[in-house]
T-cell receptor, first 108, second 112 residues
């Protein structure tokens, strides 16, 4: 199965941009790249997803490398509410493969 | 508001017993998937159902089984419980397997 690799943890100052990297060198051509975040004692929450092109929504931006072997989730201005574990996921037609996740700490 | 609800929220079972967890998917979603999340780990994909048929499965033994009903709600059944089955079990619903998924709050299963 294709897998993703993420740093265990990252820190950011409040109001500053955050770039969360993800490597997925074994991605298949039909896998979508999804990002979810999870707060303690809650289910994961959808953030953004894409296939080949960069994507923007109200929560974040997703930058996908041209070879699709890596991607970066960009939070433009981190807030304390963005502190969570962020998962990079390869979504095939029949399964979601979660990575190990990056615990983001936002400093006030 | 995700609209995905799971029951029960917490459950304690004895090793060797059987358990059934339930999930009500978001209205209109015909795909449901189940995940096991051990403490401090990321969710692990168990299986996915689309229109009442299992169409994808992770590396879990056959004692993990499921059902999806005509209203697209779902059940996860685990037989012969083991201590390592203690985890948070998450259900997610979506339009298809690779679109945005909405997760429930999970069922915390403890096997003693």
């Amino acid at each position: 199965d294709a897998k993703t690799t993420q740093p265990n943890s990252m820190e950011s100052n409040e109001e500053e941009p955050v770039h969360l990297p993800c490597n997925h060198s074994t991605i298949s051509g039909t896998d979508y790249i999804h990002w979810y975040r999870q707060l303690p004692s809650q289910g994961p929450e959808y953030v953004i997803h894409g296939l080949t092109s960069n994507v923007n929504n109200r929560m974040a931006s997703l930058a996908i490398a041209e070879d699709r072997k890596s991607s970066t989730l960009i939070l433009h201005r981190a807030t304390l509410r963005d502190a969570a574990v962020y998962y990079c996921i390869l979504a095939g037609t029949y399964k979601y493969i979660f990575g190990t996740g990056t615990r983001l700490k936002v400093l006030a | 508001e995700t609209g995905v609800t799971q029951s029960p929220t917490h459950l304690i079972k004895t090793r060797g017993q059987q358990v059934t967890l339930r999930c009500s998917s978001q209205s209109g979603h015909n795909t449901v998937s189940w995940y096991q999340q051990a403490l401090g780990q990321g969710p692990q994909f168990i299986f996915q159902y689309y229109r009442e048929e299992e169409n994808g499965r992770g590396n879990f033994p056959p004692r993990f089984s499921g059902l999806q009903f005509p209203n697209y709600s779902s059940e996860l059944n685990v037989n012969a419980l083991e201590l390592d089955d203690s985890a948070l079990y998450l259900c997610a619903s979506s339009w298809t397997g690779d679109t945005e998924a909405f997760f429930g709050q999970g069922t915390r299963l403890t096997v003693v």
